[in-house]
């Protein structure tokens, strides 16, 4: 089945520093979110980016089809984005829509 | 839009017991649900897809007998763990697609149930 290697898998920053977390996968996909999970468990989709490039404030990611990645930079950090980040990638696989999930990157973000 | 609703989001149980776990879809039907495991630190796992009106579909290693899934309607699908044991707690979350979009369309998901087996 499809891979999905996320990196770095931890990664402490300061407050206001800027990130960017990576999602590589290993065959065509034709669905690929990245999630925010927080403390609760609680998954918070942040994009839908099969392909191209997404802003939502702090937040944006870029999805190169082509060449299997996607990225996910953090601007201007804050504690609350502290937490793991995870990348999901979607393909048909007989039939159907199946999602993966990468490893996850914990980010900490201190004060 | 597009809430998936999961209910209870905590349950403690005794060993060998049962629990029963919903997934809703409030505002949008879903032909399709998936149930997704994670243990503590690890990512998740997807268990298996749920089917409205038709048997679910289960990944490789997950027991069928164990993980009782029913999709009786367009809006809710029931996973029950069976004689539960300890090594079942876990993050139990489920998914779904809007119908008729999910082949290019964002998977939508509830917010987990957290179950502990003493």
């Known amino acids: 089945g499809i891979q999905v290697e996320q990196s770095p898998p931890d990664l402490i920053l300061q407050e206001g520093a800027n990130s960017t977390l990576r999602c590589n996968f290993s065959?065509?996909?034709?669905?690929l979110q990245w999630f925010h999970q927080n403390p609760w468990g609680q998954l918070i989709n942040l994009f839908y980016?099969?392909?191209g490039t997404k802003q939502n404030g702090r937040l944006s990611a870029t999805t190169v089809a082509t060449e299997r990645y996607s990225l996910l930079y953090i601007s201007s950090s804050q504690t609350t984005d502290s937490g793991v980040y995870f990348c999901a990638v979607g393909s048909i696989i007989q039939g159907a829509q199946k999602l993966v999930f990468g490893q996850g990157t914990r980010l900490t973000i201190n004060p | 839009g597009a809430v998936v609703s999961q209910h209870p989001s905590r349950v403690i149980c005794k060993s060998g017991t049962s629990v029963k776990i919903e997934c809703r879809s409030l505002d949008f039907q879903a032909t399709t649900m998936f149930w997704y495991r994670q243990f503590p630190k690890q990512s998740l796992m997807l268990m298996a897809t749920?089917?409205?009106?038709?048997?679910?579909?289960?990944e490789q290693g997950v027991e069928k007998d164990k993980f009782l899934i029913n999709h009786a309607s367009l809006t809710l699908s029931t996973l029950t763990v069976t004689s539960a044991h300890p090594e079942d707690s876990s993050f139990y979350i489920c998914?779904?697609?809007?119908?008729?979009?999910?082949?290019?369309?964002?998977?939508?998901f509830g917010n987990g149930t957290r179950l502990t087996v003493t």
């Open positions: 065959d065509s996909v034709n669905n």
């Open positions: 749920s089917n409205e009106g038709s048997k679910a579909t289960y």
């Open positions: 998914s779904a697609f809007q119908t008729g979009s999910s082949y290019n369309s964002p998977l939508h």
């Open positions: 980016i099969p392909s």
